[in-house]
């Protein structure tokens, strides 16, 4: 079955950084765009980054400049890299894959910044 696991997140202090990854089997990773979402406490999901199976990056406004999404399809991998880390930066962070309108999830690792 299709699996999607996540890891790396933890307690960092603010502008400090961390780097998530997130581990696929289960699908032909090189052919899926894949995402890190996040969501905070009372806040809904909201998309923190994509990469497609090309290669092209989306990122959101809070996070331009400060974190890096990437993959390696020889590890079915995708990572996201984070630095200048703020407090309200602090949300459990999602993994996704889709392709076609078919959507996978992870179960999520917690990043929590604060001093």
């Known amino acids: 079955q299709v699996q999607l696991v996540e890891s790396g997140g933890g307690l960092v202090q603010p502008g400090g950084s961390l780097t998530l990854s997130c581990a696929a089997s289960?699908?032909?990773?090189?052919?899926?765009?894949m995402g890190w979402y996040r969501q905070a406490p009372g806040k809904e999901r909201e998309l923190v980054a994509t990469?497609?199976?090309?290669?092209?990056?989306n990122y959101a406004d809070s996070v331009k400049g400060r974190f890096t999404i990437s993959r390696d399809n020889a590890k079915n991998t995708v990572y996201l890299q984070m630095n200048s880390l703020k407090p309200e930066d602090t949300a459990v962070y999602y993994c996704?894959?889709?392709?076609?309108?078919?959507?996978?999830w992870g179960q999520g690792t917690q990043v929590t910044v604060s001093s």
């Open positions: 996704n894959a889709q392709r076609l309108g078919v959507l996978y």
């Open positions: 289960g699908i032909t990773f090189n052919i899926y765009n």
């Open positions: 990469i497609t199976w090309g290669g092209g990056r």
